[in-house]
């Protein structure tokens, strides 16, 4: 399960006591599944099952300076 918290709220993943991210976090099933299925039902997360895709980012591109060297001249 993918869980991430709605905007503005910290919520705790049970089983570390760690705070969710707010990107959201992958959520092995287990024994805490119904903790998250009230918070979800609460409208304190969003549960899918997939993680959600994230649109590709741009990184500005370098500019490649070719330095080579001749040795044995």
């Known amino acids: 399960m993918y869980i ?3 905007a503005g709220l910290v919520v705790r993943n049970p089983a570390t006591g760690e705070i969710l991210p707010t990107t959201g976090a992958e959520i092995p099933p287990g024994p805490h599944k ?3 299925l009230r918070r979800q039902q609460d409208g304190d997360v ?3 099952m997939t993680v959600p895709t994230q649109p590709a980012q741009t990184q500005p591109t370098k500019s490649k300076t070719s330095s ?3 040795e044995g001249n």
């Open 34 to 36: 119904a903790y998250w």
């Open 4 to 6: 991430t918290p709605k």
């Open 68 to 70: 080579t060297t001749e």
């Open 46 to 48: 969003t549960i899918t």
